[in-house]
């Protein structure tokens, strides 16, 4: 049979299995969703409806491929409490529940002031549970008796790898992605850890990703089919998979990676842990690299806030009636002027150039975050639109209340998005430490979004912008790990067998009004917001 190492791969909305062969070729993959599991009203992880379909989709490969090795990569801030054997004791919350502001209150009265934990732990403050510290005082507080009963408390991916090996393990990039949980200074757990009481539950030490966590269970080598010497890698964390061959390929420049999907997640590696006096309160923090590296990171759910601003649009427009009056001012009589083909092209198609220009040089629609409350850059912002001075929020649209009329031209409503996003991205590149001279490589779902690419190329003329090919980067890069476990090589030294073409991405010629399109966007920001941080600086 054909040698192959198999990625488990799990994202908040589809979990996948692929398997590639020595040479990081995709060989075969599935996929399905899971509906969160309601606990006492919370969204949970559907934990042993993911299992089961785990070891089935394994155990139909493995009739066709001989699986040497197993890699584990997950989504963030989940971590499951579980007996000594590793069977779960309490619900498994999704991240996204908003427990509210005195939970917040109470959490940070144990765990301390918050600018602190930032520079000490590599964590900003955000909403819901997406600091996983906080869903585990979430659980103390709601699930007392479930949570003093567990033994461990394992990071998501090690959570499944102690599902199939019977061994506990803690690996770097996860316990360093925003938990509060890691101590740069100490390279170890924080003080955050032992106020939980989480001392001796967290396993230590902390490994590197590529490393071996132990081999199959019998029993679940005989509900496989696999064989009890396949290796089971420590795990490593989604964004950091993603990044791994970038920071292989690209050792000997400076870059940023704008990898996109329902979080926009921007990574900067860095020679040096450390955040400048100005940067803390900011929505910016430092990731563990595979490599045990410090790598700048600001994320926003730039995914999540094109799905839903594109599907209410939709819907809107589905409900009208056929024959509306598109927004006068699509007309090219409108616009004085137009462009070439190519150029038109590279923006998504015919007029999709003229759309834009008329609304940057409007300025006066404008979409605003945050879907998810303190989820991105502008943690107070109220998720909305404005058109010509009136604002919409996003539940009002929503709830079918009242809408602005640049929805329903899908032309200029993809336009709106799409700028929101890039201003977005600006003030996420520009916290990650983006210099001038430096290269973003552009990953993920926004490639294919060519008025997204073109725009950032655009607002950035300093700075080479490039779309990689890269399929199915997560499992890629984790990939790369159960390789280097089965060939025992350091992932560096498998450089040959990385491989992904760069488009580089062209600003427009002719693009104007820009810079003033984005400081009224920045002030209708300040004006609907709970908050100080608008991102004034960029």
Known sequence: MRKAVAVIDIGMTNKKISLWDEKLNLLAMEKRGFEPVLVEG???????????????TLAGFSSSYDIESIAICTHGATFVCTDAEGNPVAPCVYYTHEPGPEFHARFYS???????LQEVTGTPDFSALINPAKGLFFLKERFPAE??????????PQYWGMRLTGRAGAEGTYIGCHTYLFDWKKSNYSIVAEKLGLAGKLPAPIRTSWET????????ARQTGLSPNTLVTMGIHDSNASLLPYIIKEEKQD?????TGTWCVLMHPQQSYGFAPEELGKVVFFNRSAYNTPVKTAIFLGGKEYEVWTELASAYRRSRLAGAPAHPADT????????????????????????LQSVIADAAEFILPEIVPGSGQFPGSIAGAVEHGKFFSQADIARGLAHPEFIMNEQRAEAVLNLSLVLQTLVALERAGLSAGESVFIEGGFRNNRQYAVLLASALPENPIFLTDMKEATSYGAALTAISAVSGKAPGALAPLIHYEKESVLPLAGLSGFENYQRIWLGQLAQHSTAADTGESV
Request: hydrophobic share 50%; no cysteine; aromatic share 8%.
């Open 42 to 56: 919370l969204e949970t992880h559907d934990l042993a409806g993911m299992e089961s379909w785990f070891l089935a």
């Open 110 to 116: 144990l765990a301390g002031d918050r600018r602190t």
């Open 147 to 156: 949570f003093s009963r567990a033994e461990l408390v394992l990071a998501y």
């Open 213 to 220: 966590l132990g081999t199959l269970k019998p029993e679940i």
């Open 255 to 259: 870059f940023v990676v704008d990898s």
């Open 332 to 355: 090219a009589a409108a616009l004085g002027g137009g462009l070439s083909a190519a150029q038109n092209a590279a923006v998504g198609g015919a007029d999709s150039f003229s759309v």
